[in-house]
């Protein structure tokens, strides 16, 4: 279960690799996300359940999950950049956005980020 605080969420290491995972997953959108979170208690409950879930909603096969090697590789390339990937709730996510229903479950931050945002 993720670290929660009155105010704010902490991912571990480990729950970011699994937050990342499931939202980068086939058929996971951020209402999704949100639900399967609220639903298992934690992403990697979430992503044990996904083939199950497929399966008895009638999909002729599982959907692609991330593997952990591409979650690593892509928090990895964030951090190279200088930039944090935040959950809501975590600080320094944008409080605009997470009051939305479908905020995202991850949001850049970080000077590379902000130089982007700038010149788009």
Not at 40 to 60: H, Q, V
Not at 73 to 93: I, K, M, N, T, W
Not at 110 to 115: E, F, K, M
Request: a positive charge; zero cysteines; aromatic letters at 4%.
């Amino acid at each position: 279960m993720d670290i929660r605080t009155p105010s704010t969420t902490h991912l571990t290491d480990a729950q970011r690799i699994d937050w990342l995972r499931l939202i980068r997953s086939d058929n996971v959108g951020p209402r999704t996300f949100r639900s399967l979170i609220n639903h298992f208690g934690s992403a990697r409950a979430a992503l044990e359940r996904l083939p199950d879930l497929a399966r008895r909603g009638g999909a002729a096969r599982p959907g692609r999950i991330r593997s952990e090697d591409d979650a690593r590789a892509e928090l990895a390339a964030s951090q190279r950049l200088g930039v944090s990937l935040l959950a809501p709730d975590e600080a320094g996510y944008p409080p605009r956005l997470a009051v939305l229903d479908d905020a995202p479950a991850h949001s850049g931050e970080g000077d590379h980020a902000v130089r982007r945002m700038a010149t788009t």
